[in-house]
């Protein structure tokens, strides 16, 4: 289960394939999970046990507010950051039972006083993205005017790096390659698929059952507003990319009064039937469409990289690489499952696509140097896997705790197939990655009813229209339920991703949002160069 295909940029992204503003996932610190009574479980929606419980933690929050200090040297970050803590419940319906500890960091830039408007509070993505390390990732050129206004703020949610991780199987373990073919060749290739990803869910409630009734979006969002206390704002602004965009929907509707500004940057389907097995399902031809995209532009330019003059010689030869390494696994530890990890980065991100091809060109040219440091795992980086592993866990945990799955293969079976029929590239893959929720051990909640409310201010929401990761379709659906937002257009773009990269067009209005409160209802931004 090494890799994933995150509704955002970022577990997916994050870990396996280098996040849109995150360098990487913070480190777990050895905090043990919570122990849990018997029957102890939240709804997963807004409960009026829960909601008293999310006022009572905000309160205690708000009274006790926040130590920050020098963050950890063993954390990596920058200097001029600084880390604190905010202490939450375990279950939202017992405010007086156990409770884990929520970590955060800080950049405070130094701006006029009359200029300061508060904090800003940062999601990456994920689920399963540390948003620890989302700080040091943001381009100053792009973020210059709203560090003057804002202390930026990031946090590790709950089950994730620092926060009361969530693990399901041991590192190294996990770790080692190669894994399995993604693709089954016969039914007893399938079989063992379900039996790895019934095993895979063993482990998580082996390794973290305390924690797994309680790693829900709902979760998080109270936790956000613990967070918003604790910080000392009456009302939170906050920038949600992909996974994130789906936390400040459901914050939004759970605490529509709470809202100042709110960025929503690559917008998952807020839709009940679409979390998450309908989300899925919906990724995977954009995600063909994308590699397409890719291949066309390496046979464009076949002088540099070598690899087929036609889109359809690319292709061919990708099937050949993933046929080799089945065989033959690259460096020993690089299969088919590696290979699709790896380059699946091309369907999110353009900035990647000129590194993979020439990674693969070095390859055939009897240079695997590159592609086996990009693609393999390296065994001695032990901090490096248990961050891995703990991404992938707190993704799996997520999805499978926020909505009910398919329980028979059979369903599955038919669905990747079909699928896979016409989306060969990460069809299978897909499936792979979140079978495990199939035969989830743990409670599955309903889906929050995504809603907006006379009391919630104007959201604004950023979408390339032609996204893989969080389909156009999503930015749609939640401008309808969100009536009074505004929704900003890339058109023509399908990287994932928005508001991080430099586009003056949509710089400046997301600058003038967050600055002047300025949002138009509609808008459409040109894309920025391909590379």
């Not at 708000?62 to 600084?82: H, M, N, T, V």
């Not at 996990?174 to 089954?184: I, L, Q, S, T």
């Not at 995209?293 to 030869?317: C, E, I, M, P, S």
Request: with cysteine.
């Amino acid at each position: 289960m090494k890799g994933l295909v995150g509704v955002a940029g970022v577990s997916a992204v994050v870990v396996v394939t280098g996040l849109v503003l995150v360098s990487g996932v913070a480190g777990t610190d050895g905090q043990s999970t919570p122990e849990v009574h018997a029957g102890q479980t939240s709804s997963g929606g807004n409960s009026d046990a829960e909601a008293r419980g999310a006022r009572t933690a905000a309160e205690r929050a708000a009274k006790a507010g926040i130590d920050w200090q020098a963050c950890p040297s063993e954390w990596g970050l920058p200097q001029d950051f600084r880390c604190g803590s905010v202490t939450v419940p375990l279950d939202y319906a017992e405010p007086d039972g156990p409770t884990i500890k929520l970590w955060l960091d800080r950049l405070a830039v130094p701006g006029e006083p009359r200029e300061h408007q508060g904090a800003l509070v940062i999601n990456p993505g994920g689920p399963g993205a540390s948003g620890m390390t989302a700080l040091k990732g943001l381009d100053p050129k792009v973020w210059s005017n709203v560090a003057r206004a804002y202390d930026l703020v990031g946090f590790d949610p709950r089950g994730v790096g620092h926060s009361a991780p969530v693990s399901c199987a041991d590192p190294q373990q996990f770790a080692k390659g190669p894994e399995p073919d993604p693709v089954p060749g016969d039914a007893a290739d399938k079989k063992r698929m379900w039996d790895d990803a019934q095993a895979y869910a063993q482990g998580c409630q082996k390794r973290s059952g305390a924690l797994l009734p309680h790693l829900t979006t709902p979760d998080t969002a109270r936790d956000l507003d613990v967070i918003r206390a604790a910080l000392e704002e009456p009302k939170l602004d906050y920038l949600g990319i992909s996974y994130g965009t789906y936390l400040g929907a459901v914050y939004g509707t759970l605490f529509p009064d709470h809202v100042r500004r709110m960025v929503l940057d690559s917008v998952v389907n807020p839709s009940p039937d679409k979390i998450w097995y309908g989300m899925h399902q919906d990724q995977i031809p954009g995600f063909e469409r994308r590699f397409a995209d890719w291949t066309a532009w390496v046979a464009r330019h076949d002088a540099d990289y070598h690899l087929g003059q036609t889109q359809a010689k690319v292709r061919d030869r990708w099937q050949k690489l993933l046929a080799t390494a089945k065989q033959h696994p690259i460096g020993g530890t690089i299969g088919p499952s590696e290979l699709t990890d790896s380059f699946q980065k091309v369907v999110y991100f353009d900035e990647t696509w000129a590194p993979k091809a020439e990674a693969w060109s070095a390859y055939e040219a009897g240079h695997p140097e590159k592609l086996v440091q990009e693609a393999g795992t390296n065994l001695s980086d032990m901090k490096g896997n248990i961050t891995k592993e703990n991404a992938a866990a707190a993704y799996t945990a997520v999805n499978c705790a926020d909505a009910k799955w398919p329980t028979d293969w059979s369903r599955w079976d038919h669905d990747a197939g079909r699928l896979n029929a016409k989306s060969p590239f990460m069809a299978w893959f897909s499936t792979r990655q979140n079978l495990p929720c199939a035969t989830w051990p743990s409670t599955q909640h309903t889906p929050v009813d995504v809603k907006g409310d006379k009391q919630l201010p104007p959201v604004l929401l950023v979408q390339n229209d032609q996204d893989a990761a969080t389909p156009y379709a999503g930015a749609v659906e939640l401008h309808r339920r969100f009536q009074n937002s505004g929704l900003l257009t890339v058109k023509d773009a399908g990287a994932h991703s928005v508001t991080t990269g430099r586009n003056p067009c949509v710089n400046d209005l997301v600058d003038s949002y967050l600055l002047h409160d300025t949002l138009d209802p509609d808008v459409t931004c040109p894309r920025p160069p391909v590379p």
